[in-house]
């Protein structure tokens, strides 16, 4: 057990909808990544939030975006979904600065767009 | 920016056989070097990682790893392997200032009986 706890574990949406995924950070933790890994492929960085702000951005489109709040659980809110959206979603909590690395990854939200 | 290979997609091999898992990566950064496991539908667990010091990094289940600065690799290995140890394995790198992980494309490793 990792103390990182990501809600839903899976769900369905239509192609247009919205969803929100969450990730509840492990305790101490002030800094929140979210991956997107999709099917077969290993898990690309979508951005990073520390102390509730955005630091720093992967190569993904403006309906990707987030929100961390002051007990730094986080959310990941991706509008106008698209089949290609679908994938496995993963959050990693760590300390912030150069303690990033000492990550620990959530089990996923496995988001299916039909 | 910092890039991944992992130069075998699947990586068959019998119960109790050494395995290698290659990991090649680029970076014009130093960069701390990372191996997760990935079971089927579920997170990625860390199995070792180098920060700094020795080059050799032993990690859980028996598994450990040689950074080689020359070479850009970061190879994983195992002497025996065992069924439970099927899974998909990414190596991953970070830039030392920190920030985000890259991770390579990984490899399913099948441990056959």
């Known amino acids: 057990e990792t103390g990182v706890t990501q809600s839903p574990t899976h769900l369905i949406k239509t192609r247009g909808q919205q969803v929100t995924l969450r990730c509840s950070s492990q305790s101490g933790h002030n800094t929140v990544s979210w991956y997107q890994q999709a099917l077969g492929q290993g898990p690309q960085f979508i951005f990073q939030y520390y102390r509730e702000e955005e630091n720093g951005r992967g190569n993904f489109p403006p309906r990707f975006s987030g929100l961390q709040f002051p007990n730094y659980s986080s959310e990941l809110n991706v509008n106008a979904l698209e089949l290609d959206d679908s994938a496995l979603y993963l959050c990693?909590?760590?300390?912030?600065?150069?303690?990033?690395?000492?990550?620990?990854f959530g089990q996923g939200t496995r988001l299916t767009v039909v | 920016a910092q890039s991944v290979t992992q130069l075998d997609s699947q990586v068959p091999v019998f119960e109790e056989a050494p395995v290698e898992l290659r990991c090649n990566y680029s970076s014009s950064v130093s960069v701390y070097l990372f191996w997760y496991v990935q079971y089927p539908n579920q997170g990625l667990q860390l199995l070792l990682k180098?920060?700094?010091?020795?080059?050799l990094v032993k990690g859980i289940n028996g598994f450990e790893a040689e950074f080689n600065k020359s070479q850009t690799s970061f190879h994983l290995r195992k002497p025996s392997v065992h069924i439970s140890d099927t899974a998909e394995y990414f190596c991953a790198v970070m830039p030392n200032y920190g920030q985000n992980f890259v991770f390579g494309p990984g490899t399913r490793l099948s441990v056959l009986p």
């Open positions: 180098y920060l700094s010091g020795s080059t």
């Open positions: 990693a909590s760590s300390p912030g600065g150069k303690e990033v690395a000492e990550a620990f």
